[in-house]
């Protein structure tokens, strides 16, 4: 199944009170534990690229013709978007040429009137070229690619802005953070949440950061309108956990332990089962 935009999905997602993972790539091993999970889960998936991640796999035309010969060779039936992740007014142009099916425009850090005109902008050449685009509002804490966030709540009002624009989902900070929580961190503003709910009506809803969130909260989240949660960190941190053990063992010195194939494949079945637990824990099973 060729690639689709993420507008049906989520949709669906936020009319039948569930979401979709958006869960970042990094590399052939990420990708390809990512799909195979989504295809033997029967749900919908988004695949992440952070304007570094694209740079690092040799970029955005690279990305692409991956993802594509995968979908291919392995089969792959269910609706699958590839994304570009808070990428910057340059970036979301280049992943629209090179071939992405939704883009992320982070118009975070500018003004309310520089944010509404570019993303005004972007959405324009999206709907011309049939792509979801997803915007954001408020900041979401921590560092992504040098973008440094306090994490501070979304204002609803210019989540209404923005949301008025067209764009197919809203990122809005609820108190949020990319990487690992840290112990006295305050928990997600489901007040805030439900504001720009209330604001923004069937406009599906991102939850970024999504690692690390309590079970609980997400579940919360999800009624109050997030069709969409990113996950990053968590696949990241059972990918080094699974190998770590493995040369610990010092498995990589028996035999041809060594081969990348065999080093990196504990690595691999951890990513899919990180994976398989968050879209069971999203709802998104059978959904495809």
Not at 15 to 44: D, R
Not at 61 to 84: R, S, W, Y
Not at 216 to 221: H, I
Not at 249 to 263: N, V
Request: hydrophobic share 40%.
């Amino acid at each position: 199944m060729p690639l689709v935009n993420a507008k049906e999905m989520l949709t669906k997602a936020k009319a039948g009170h569930y979401a979709v993972g958006q869960f970042n790539i990094n590399n052939l091993e990420w990708t390809k534990a990512i799909l195979l999970t989504a295809e033997e889960l029967n749900s919908p998936v988004i695949l992440g690229v952070s304007e570094g991640a694209g740079k690092y796999m040799c970029g955005y035309k690279t990305v692409v013709g991956m993802v594509n010969g995968m979908l291919e060779e392995l089969n792959i039936t269910v609706p699958v978007a590839l994304h570009l992740d808070h990428g910057s007014y340059e970036g979301a142009k280049a992943c629209i040429e090179a071939g992405f099916s939704s883009v992320m425009f982070d118009g975070s850090h500018y003004d309310i009137d520089e944010n509404v005109a570019k993303t005004t902008e972007l959405v324009n050449i999206c709907n011309e070229k049939g792509l979801s685009i997803e915007a954001e509002v408020g900041s979401i804490g921590g560092e992504e690619d040098g973008v440094i966030g306090a994490g501070e709540c979304a204002d609803p009002e210019e989540c209404k802005r923005i949301a008025d624009l067209g764009v197919t989902m809203l990122a809005a900070g609820i108190g949020n953070i990319h990487g690992k929580y840290p112990a006295n961190w305050k928990g997600l503003s489901f007040e805030t949440l439900d504001a720009v709910q209330q604001k923004t009506g069937d406009m599906p809803l991102v939850l970024h950061g999504g690692s690390g969130i309590p079970d609980e909260m997400v579940k919360k989240a999800i009624t109050l309108g997030v069709s969409k949660v990113n996950v990053n960190t968590e696949c990241q941190l059972a990918f080094a956990d699974a190998t770590r053990k493995y040369i610990e063992a010092g498995k990589d010195l028996e035999g041809k332990g060594f081969d990348p194939r065999k080093l990196l494949a504990p690595g691999f079945e951890a990513i899919k089962a990180t994976v398989k637990e968050k879209m069971e824990l999203f709802g998104s099973v059978n959904k495809a």
